[in-house]
Nanobody
Framework: QVQLVESGGGLVQPGGSLRLSCTASGGSLDHYAPGWFRQTPGKERDLGDFVAGITWRSGRQLYADSVKGRFTVSKDTANSTVYLQMNSLKPEDTAVYYC??????????WGQGTQVTVSS
């Protein structure tokens, strides 16, 4: 059973940067499409907002319009880690960020979530 552990959240000023990491244990990233969601107060996690992802077959990067040009999603297959580099952060980026893995078949696997707060 693959499990995900996230790190890298915290408090940052507007305009600053953070890098989130999500490491998978118990399996490889090879057969998953990884990505990131975010949950703002009052929303359930599954009803949160898609942020970024990588498609399984082509490895194409996908982004929500609100983060295009500021966020970059990447993966290090050798270390079973997915990253979300976040630059030019805005207060509206404040949320709990969850990484996930979509398998070729079966249910989505979620990380535990990490809080990102953008405030002066």
């Amino acid at each position: 059973q693959v499990q995900l552990v996230e790190s890298g959240g915290g408090l940052v000023q507007p305009g600053g940067s953070l890098r989130l990491s999500c490491t998978a244990s118990g399996g490889s990233l090879d057969h998953y499409a990884p990505g990131w969601f975010r949950q703002t107060p009052g929303k359930e996690r599954d009803l949160g907002d898609f942020v970024a992802g990588i498609t399984w077959r082509s490895g194409r990067q996908l982004y929500a319009d609100s983060v295009k040009g500021r966020f970059t999603v990447s993966k290090d297959t050798a270390n079973s880690t997915v990253y979300l580099q976040m630059n030019s952060l805005k207060p509206e980026d404040t949320a709990v960020y969850y990484c996930y893995l979509d398998p070729t078949s079966g249910s989505r696997i979620w990380g535990q979530g990490t809080q990102v707060t953008v405030s002066s």
